[in-house]
């Protein structure tokens, strides 16, 4: 398994995987369902420690869902596993109607989300899952932005009553957090305090929103950046106060803008204090085949394309004064 | 195991009750689904009357038998059933479609007695298999799972997924019953979209099949004996049960313009006059009438 990066971080799924199979051996009550893909979404790890609490379902995502549903009804917290496309493409009503509707004990994580997937192209590229899972009641939607907020949210996913969403991506991230970090619902990170334009980011982007920071620190411009995790809830408090300091602000996911994490600080923002402000992400296209980097290049999603959208957003700014 | 005259007659009152309160409740609802409601009134009766290990004082009991209602567009039925059998008071089924009252479809976070949450065709069936698939890891082998599907719903592809996964992992704790009713939304189901060969396919899938007139409630209960007690042999059963769309009210019958419409209050109180002098009751009309 080609796991890591150069410096030998693992890939997220792989702290996924690992971190599953250690909650199991404190957790007698968690199941893994998969769909044929448990050495990719590394659930594998979850099946060679606990064979008898690993459920094969073959290709079939939406019995996949209504058996996840069943497993909860019968009191297991199961973890239902295939690529986030399928969970929003194949499977969504399953996942709406017979687990979100009864607020089901039951946690979801979309592996292979965004744009890295192995040059697999638009059928399993997702881009649209943030928006979705945001707009079904009683879900609760994360993103993790390195291993230890992977584990800090998988903790507190496992001590959630009721259906959790959370995205986990076949990349390595370097370390944000330390490794006693924790999650809370509703809760964002202030990493780094700027006066200049707030640059907000989710799951892997956040480690680009801090690699802008520094190429904008290069030019004078002092950004501060907000890691939020959790996406739904999203801690509007801390995203008010941010950008009442800066004026401004950068989104930043690893997925569709349209109706995805943009948009949910766009909401609040329109809503509450609107100041200008730019989205990166996937711009309303489909996912082309391709070498990861190459990918991030083209859509314009690399540090490089969040710091040129802060300079413009800090220009709207100073254009209104 | 037969049934003695007395049980068969307090059962086919049940399922004369069942087809009288599905009415009155969707005519004062405004909104339902006459013909799946009145076509299962029989199995309803027999199942929450004769089959099912369930306490309306323990909704919660661990031990007790499990009814998905996969074909949730004829909860009327179920509705009815658990006001019945005391899961709550005959009366909340007159808040059927109301605000804050019953669910027009299922929502078991709202109607106690309710084991799951649905409307969305096709999808029960896999929520029984899972049930069934963690009650045998709980090691609770008396709890048996029980599942309606219907027969225009049998045209989705996620009952099929459900079907060959249940039979690979030899989930003879689950036993569905199909209301055959022949008829779907827009028209017949052979017209629709053909099923059959329906006895074959679930064979083909690795199931007990069993198929019998989903009316008589003395075959519903002797093979929902057989489907409990002597068949479980690795696989799961299936009770094909034949029915009638819309059974009890000629207009109703195999209608399929009775698949989702609510007749008005002076059509339900002929609809169920007609009703009561067919079951051999008293001549009654809508209760609610003249409100």
């Known amino acids: 398994m080609s796991d890591s990066n150069e410096n030998g971080t693992p890939q997220m799924r792989e702290i996924f995987g690992l971190t599953l199979a250690e909650m199991g051996e404190e957790h007698e009550d968690i199941l893994v369902v998969d769909a044929d893909l448990h050495t990719s979404t590394r659930i594998a790890h979850f099946k060679e420690k606990f064979p008898q609490r690993f459920i094969q379902v073959g290709i079939a995502e939406q019995n996949l869902f209504g058996i996840a549903a069943g497993l909860a009804l ?82 507190t996913a496992y001590e959630t009553e009721g259906p959790v969403y959370f995205r986990v991506v076949r990349y390595s991230l370097p370390d944000i957090f330390k490794s006693d970090h924790t999650f809370e619902w509703g809760k964002g990170e202030l990493l780094k305090k700027g006066t200049d334009v707030t640059l907000f980011g989710t799951g892997m982007m956040t480690d680009r929103c801090i690699k802008a920071a520094k190429l904008l620190e290069a030019e004078g411009i002092d950004a501060e950046v907000v890691h939020l995790a959790s996406i739904k809830p999203i801690d509007q408090d801390l995203i008010i106060d941010s950008v009442t300091r800066t004026g401004c602000a950068v989104t930043a996911e690893n997925a569709s803008i349209i109706a995805g994490f943009g948009a949910a600080v766009a909401e609040i923002l329109v809503e509450h204090y609107p100041v200008p402000m730019k989205r990166i992400g996937v711009q309303d296209q489909w996912i082309d085949s391709g070498e990861i980097e190459e990918l991030f290049a083209h859509y314009r999603m690399q540090p490089e394309d969040i710091a040129a959208a802060a300079k413009q957003a800090i220009a709207m700014k100073k254009g209104r004064k | 195991m037969q049934l003695n005259s007395e049980q068969i007659a307090f059962l086919e009152d049940r399922a004369y009750q069942i087809r009288r309160l599905s009415l009155e409740m969707i005519t004062c609802g405004e909104w339902g689904h006459p013909g799946g409601s009145l076509s299962m009134a029989e199995i309803m009766a027999v199942l929450y009357f004769h089959v099912l290990r369930v306490d309306p004082k323990r909704p919660d009991w661990p031990e007790r038998d499990r009814f998905i209602l996969s074909k949730a567009h004829s909860s009327p039925a179920l509705y009815a059933a658990l006001a019945l059998r005391g899961f709550f008071p005959v009366d909340d089924l007159y808040c059927y479609c109301q605000l804050n009252g019953l669910e027009g479809h299922t929502d078991m976070r709202r109607t106690v007695g309710l084991e799951s949450s649905g409307g969305s065709l096709g999808m029960g069936l896999s929520i029984a298999v899972g049930l069934a698939w963690g009650l045998r890891l709980r090691e609770i082998p008396k709890v048996r799972v029980y599942c309606v599907i219907g027969d225009g719903e049998s045209t989705a592809g996620n009952i099929w997924e459900a079907a060959m996964s249940a039979a690979h992992y030899h989930l003879d704790n689950l036993i569905t019953i199909m209301d055959y009713n022949k008829v779907m939304a827009k028209g017949f189901v052979w017209e629709e979209m053909g099923i059959e060969p329906v006895r074959q396919k679930w064979e083909a ?64 109180d002929a609809m169920l006059r007609e009703l009561s002098i067919r079951c051999g009751k008293p001549e009654e009309g809508y209760s609610r009438y003249h409100e």
């Open chain 1, 74 to 155: 019968a009191g297991f917290t199961p973890f239902p596993c295939t690529f986030a496309s399928f969970v929003s493409r194949k499977a969504v009503d399953q996942f709406a109607l017979s687990i979100c509707f009864p607020a089901l004990n039951v946690k979801v994580p979309g592996s292979y989300v965004g744009l890295p997937t192995s040059k697999a192209g638009a059928s399993h590229n997702s881009f649209e899952d943030i928006a979705y899972m945001r707009t079904i009641p009683n879900l609760r939607v994360a993103a993790p932005g390195d291993p230890a907020d992977m584990r800090a949210v998988m903790k």
């Open chain 2, 205 to 268: 899938f690795g199931w007990d099949v069993l198929e019998i007139d989903g009316h008589d409630i003395q075959e519903i209960a002797g093979s929902s004996y057989k489907a409990r007690w002597v068949l479980p042999r690795g696989k799961p059963i299936i009770i094909i049960a034949h029915t009638v769309k819309g059974r009890g009210v000629e207009d109703t019958e195999f209608n399929y313009k009775w698949h989702t419409q609510h007749p008005t209050p002076q059509e339900a």
